[in-house]
């Protein structure tokens, strides 16, 4: 049954702030570490009697999203982010986003932290890979308010 707004993927000090912080603000987020005991203990202390889903494996995980998937991704930068993606391409469809939300290419952090809002603000913007240049600008949340395009540099 798919119940969850978004997911999230890395269970350290930052991942759990960010899934309680998108809980509190109505979303409902499915948690997925890969030693899947932090899962567990994170349903039963930090997020406990919260709306917050746990999953036991990446294709539990997917079955609990809503259409079109989103997945944020809180592992070490570097091999285990490419792994992660390798491993979640075969069970996604076209639409569906995954957002590498760790320390990957520390020189663009200005420019991640200012997507960061605009997602919270609940409007995305990203490059069609197979037409580069051309960005699309969406309210892929379904929350948040009147959203509008711009450019912006950072």
């Given at each position: 049954l798919a119940e969850?707004?978004?997911?999230?993927?890395?269970?350290?000090?930052?991942?759990?702030?960010?899934?309680?912080?998108?809980?509190?603000?109505?979303?409902?987020?499915?948690?997925?570490?890969?030693?899947v005991s932090k899962?567990?203990?994170?349903?039963?202390?930090?997020a406990k009697g919260s709306k917050v889903v746990g999953a036991e494996s990446l294709e539990d995980m997917v079955?609990?999203?809503?259409?079109?998937?989103?997945?944020?991704?809180?592992?070490k930068a570097g091999q285990a982010v490419d792994?992660?993606?390798?491993?979640?391409?075969?069970?996604?469809?076209?639409?569906d986003i995954v957002i590498d939300g760790g320390n990957s290419e520390h020189d663009m952090l200005p420019a991640n932290l200012l997507q960061a809002?605009?997602?919270?603000?609940?409007?995305h913007t990203y490059e069609l890979l197979s037409n580069p240049g051309h960005y699309i600008h969406t309210n892929w949340t379904?929350?948040?308010?009147?959203?509008?395009?711009?450019?912006?540099?950072?």
């Open positions: 969850a707004d978004i997911a999230l993927i890395g269970l350290a000090v930052m991942g759990q702030n960010l899934i309680m912080n998108m809980n509190d603000h109505g979303f409902v987020v499915c948690a997925y570490n890969r030693t899962v567990h203990d994170f349903l039963q202390n930090e079955s609990k999203l809503k259409k079109p998937r989103r997945i944020i991704l809180l592992v792994d992660f993606i390798d491993k979640l391409v075969p069970l996604l469809q076209a639409g809002q605009r997602d919270y603000f609940g409007a379904g929350h948040g308010g009147n959203v509008s395009s711009s450019s912006y540099n950072a």
